[in-house]
């Protein structure tokens, strides 16, 4: 299966609302070899997650092969209504339930391969830095590992008192904050920036 294919086959498996510029389009400027998907809320595999906009999200080339530095390796960003600045618990809440949503939908997108496995919750632990945030989460890959995997976080957010917008980024990988990887993710631009 092609890597094109394959990521198209992930977002079918998860039921996701793939917008094709037709509402939303790119607002990140990175580099070409990153796949790029528009999602919108209320994200159908977490529609729990009570947000209205969209969410832009970019995969490494490297992000499905388990050999690779970069598996694993993503970015998102959320451009969302949302008043209040972000808090610890709203997003350890709303990450617990993006990755059980995710991991429920594609297991059950997958019933031909196999008995259903349905993973216990995600673990997402958060801490407060002058810029966003800091945190390592426990979720289940569903698409490659069929295991748990580890991941490190780094959450930056901007509020947009003009418009009222968030811009909450997040830069994903199991690698640890402190390895070359992390240097990548200074090629992500987010282009809707609050002057």
């Known amino acids: ?7 198209t ?10 917008v094709f510029g037709q509402e939303f389009k790119s607002a990140l400027d990175a580099p070409d070899n990153w796949r790029n998907e528009l999602l919108a809320f209320p ?8 947000l209205v906009g969209f969410e832009d999200v970019l995969f490494a080339p490297g992000w499905a ?5 970069q598996f694993w390796m993503y970015h ?8 209040e600045p972000m808090s610890v618990s709203f997003l350890e809440k709303n990450l617990v339930e993006y990755y059980n949503g995710l ?11 196999g008995p259903i496995s349905i993973p216990d919750s995600s673990i997402c632990l958060f801490i407060k830095t002058q810029t966003g945030f800091i945190g390592k989460m426990r979720v289940f890959d569903p698409f490659f590992t069929k295991d748990y995997i580890d991941l ?13 917008k968030h811009i909450v980024s997040f830069h994903i990988s199991p690698k640890e904050v402190d390895h070359k ?15």
């Open 9 to 18: 086959c992930c977002f079918m498996a998860v039921g996701s609302l793939i």
């Open 76 to 83: 998102f960003t959320w451009f969302v209504d949302f008043k």
């Open 65 to 69: 092969d388990k050999t690779s530095d």
């Open 103 to 113: 991991a429920n939908m594609v297991l059950k997108g997958n019933e031909n391969e």
């Open 43 to 50: 994200l159908e595999f977490a529609p729990e997650i009570d």
């Open 152 to 164: 490190n976080v780094i959450v930056k957010e901007s509020v947009c008192q003009k418009t009222e």
């Open 1 to 7: 299966m092609g890597k094109k294919t394959f990521f």
């Open 181 to 195: 990887i992390w240097e990548q993710f200074k090629n992500i631009k987010v282009l809707q920036e609050c002057n």
